[in-house]
Structures are given as C-alpha cells and as structure tokens.
C-alpha cells in the first residue's frame, strides 16, 4: 500500500475502540483457543510469531482452560499471540517430525515404518515437518515414555505449538497448519510406535522393570565404531545413561560421548551431544536421590 492509499488514522476515539474491538473479535489465534477448551485442552500464549513465551509469563505453566482467563492473556499480550496447549494429563502425545536439519521421515523409513497422515489427526510445522496427535493407550504410562526416538524423530508429551500460530523462518512468516479433524479425535497410538518409545517391558497389560534399548555389548560397540546413522539420538542417550549409572567420572563421561560422536560416519552436532548428555546426567542424578 502506497503513501497516497493508506488508510487515514480516524481520530474518532468512538470509532478506533470500535474497529480494536472487531480485530480482536475476528482473531483466529483467539477463535482457535476457544475451540482448543471446548476440547478439553488448556492453553496458553507464546510470543507472536515464536515458540518462546512472553518475557514475565510462565510459557506451559499459564496454560489454562477459563475462557475469561485466556481473555485476559490475549488482552494482555495481543490477539495475534502464539497458540500452545498443555499435554499433561490430557492422555495425547505427539509425534514430531522434523524435515529441516534432519529428515525424521527417512529416519521411519529406514526404522521400517510409515505413516498415513491421511488417517491421522496432524499439522504440518512452519519448516515442512509435522505434529501427529495421538492418544495414549490406557495401559501405557506416559512418563515411562522415551522423547528422543530416532534422528528427527520426537514423542512430545508436555507441550506443543499448534495452528494457526506462524515463525519467522528465514525471514519469511510460515504457519502451522492442520488436518484432519479436531484434535480430540485423533487415534490411539500404533503399536510398533508405543514399542519405540517404551522404557519399560509388558506382560499383557501389566508393566515391569525398565528394558534397556541396547545391551552392554552394544554399547561398548558403540565406544570401538561410533553411532549408527538411524539411531544416533538413541545411542548417544544410552551410552550417557549407562556411563554414568557404572559411575564413571561426569566429566570422563562426557568426554567419551563426545569422542564416540566425533568417531561416528555421521556425527551428532556438537549442541545436540551436550543437551542429551546433560538430560542423561539429570535423570541419573534424580534415580540417585530416588527419583525413579
């Protein structure tokens, strides 16, 4: 729009409320977060066009289901505020797969699996990956599930961005996009899916002790030829997890993950390494205080 067609300011007071008032009436990101509580969701806000939340807001922690709440957040932040939802307690988990350093899709592939998305609940993520919705068998604990499955791969279960928010990417606004239907709708887990992401084995429907992924052998394997492209995220989280439950020194640990990474055909990046160390280092340093 040129100088000579822009809109004149209209200095009617009256009038400017007015014209507020049906911006914000007309917003979908409000419109969708309504939808979102009539699921059963609780929601939150995000900082336009990012996945951060508000400077002074608690991100996942504010997620509410009060409609008058969300209201006042919108008020607050802008009707045009990302829209997020809390997936504890809400028996859904979601599939995240990346297509932008990583392609999680050739990781499933190559793991012998496939997805349908024309029968599942999904949206497709600002840089061509996808959020697939599922629900979580009844007899599967949701905290016994692993969140780094394969390279690009990843189960959510605590929070997740969702449509019709937008992200900058290079410079360029992209939004989320959805398919299939509400989000309560989506379908149970599949099987081979619960499988890799199970911590723990199954009788029948009776859980029993955590089953480690690989073997001590093959974790040692691991230290003599480097991660298998395919499994790279996994056997980085078992070989820091099982180091430092045989309580070699943090630091040694570290260094090892770090060397057996730098020997691999396709190394991990070296951030990526860091941050699954440092939450295999967590989770060991909660069992020890009796976490878990």
Not at 113 to 131: A, K, Q, Y
Request: aromatic fraction near 8%; charged fraction near 25%.
């Amino acid at each position: 729009m040129s100088e000579d067609t822009k809109k004149p300011l209209n200095t009617n007071l009256q009038a400017n409320v007015q014209e507020t008032q049906n911006n914000f009436i007309k917003s979908d990101y409000i419109i969708k977060s309504h939808d979102l509580v009539q699921q059963g969701y609780k929601v939150y806000l995000l900082a336009q066009g990012t996945n951060s939340p508000y400077k002074g807001s608690k991100g996942h922690l504010d997620a509410t289901n009060d409609v008058r709440e969300l209201t006042n957040m919108f008020l607050k932040y802008g009707a045009n505020s990302n829209v997020a939802i809390s997936l504890v307690d809400t028996g859904v988990a979601v599939l995240d797969i990346d297509k932008h350093s990583t392609n999680g899709f050739q990781s499933l592939i190559q793991s012998g699996h496939t997805l349908n998305l024309d029968n599942e609940v999904w949206e497709m993520t600002p840089r061509s990956g996808s959020h697939i919705f599922f629900k979580v068998p009844k007899n599967v604990s949701v905290k016994n599930l692993k969140h780094n499955l394969l390279d690009g791969v990843e189960l959510l279960t605590d929070k997740v961005t969702v449509a019709p928010s937008i992200k900058l990417v290079d410079g360029i606004e992209a939004e989320y996009k959805h398919f299939g239907g509400d989000i309560s709708q989506c379908s149970v887990m599949p099987d081979w899916l619960v499988k890799m992401a199970s911590n723990v084995a199954k009788s029948g429907n009776t859980q029993t002790k955590r089953v480690p992924r690989y073997s001590t052998q093959e974790r040692w394997e691991m230290v003599l030829n480097g991660f298998i492209q395919g499994q790279r995220n996994n056997m980085c989280v078992s070989l820091s997890g099982y180091l430092l439950r045989i309580h070699v020194d943090p630091n040694i640990a570290y260094a090892i993950v770090k060397k057996v990474n730098e020997n691999s055909d396709v190394p991990l990046a070296e951030k990526e390494v860091e941050t699954i160390y440092r939450s295999a280092y967590q989770r060991e340093k909660q069992r020890r205080l009796g976490g878990r």
